[in-house]
């Protein structure tokens, strides 16, 4: 329940009946962003991928920093 989607009885397709950000193309980005930020994790759970992008360290920095972008996004959607 968290963006209230799949809302069918709303006026926003597929989202929560009252919108707080306009326009509502904003909400349909940052859904695809989170979602592309939640899987961004997954890039670190292989070595053989990891090593594709460098130094460990900073891929494992980059995508902690991309959790801690993803949760204030959604933190702000949300409140």
């Known amino acids: 329940m968290d963006w209230g989607l799949m809302n069918l009885d709303s006026k926003n397709f597929l989202l929560r009946k009252y919108l ?3 326009p509502k193309r904003n909400y ?4 695809v962003t989170n979602f592309l930020l ?8 292989s070595p053989a991928i990891v090593s594709l992008f460098g130094d460990p360290n ?10 801690i972008i993803r949760r204030g996004i959604w933190n702000l959607f949300r409140v």
């Open 20 to 22: 707080t950000f306009l």
């Open 28 to 31: 349909y980005i940052v859904i």
């Open 38 to 45: 939640r899987l961004s994790w997954t890039i670190t759970l």
């Open 58 to 67: 900073l891929v494992t920095f980059a995508t902690g920093s991309a959790e």
